[in-house]
């Protein structure tokens, strides 16, 4: 059973950075994708990054503009994600998702990953 537990959430002040990460239990393999996600209370989840495996391409929403970094350490088995200028709106549970499998592409859509983290919670005050 693949287990992801991320790490590294916490509060911070506008403008502030976090590093989230993620350990996976299950070594990824080109072709697979590895996503961040989050929920705020009261929202949909929405994708914030993805990382094709081995491909190195990475995906994000516009809203994003450049803020988060998505990147892994494959020989670890971790997953990563640098958050900087971090806003109010920015504070949801984040969660790390992966699709064991190749994949054309990935996506930022929660339906496209079958494995999830516990979350973790970043807090951005103003």
């Known amino acids: 059973q693949v287990q992801l537990v991320e790490s590294g959430g916490g509060s911070v002040q506008t403008g502030g950075s976090l590093r989230l990460s993620c350990a996976s239990s299950?070594?990824?393999?080109?072709?697979?994708?590895m996503g961040w996600f989050r929920q705020a209370p009261g929202k949909e989840r929405e994708g914030v990054a993805a990382?094709?495996?081995?491909?190195?391409?990475?995906f994000y929403p516009h809203s994003i503009k450049g803020r988060f970094t998505i990147s892994q350490d494959s020989a670890k088995n971790m997953l990563y994600l640098q958050m900087d200028s971090l806003k109010p709106e920015d504070t949801a549970m984040y969660y790390c998702a992966a699709h064991f499998g190749r994949s054309v592409g990935c996506s930022l859509r929660d339906n496209a990953y079958p494995n999830w983290g516990q979350g973790t919670q970043v807090t951005v005050s103003s």
């Open positions: 990382l094709w495996v081995g491909v190195d391409n990475t």
């Open positions: 299950t070594h990824p393999n080109t072709g697979d994708c």
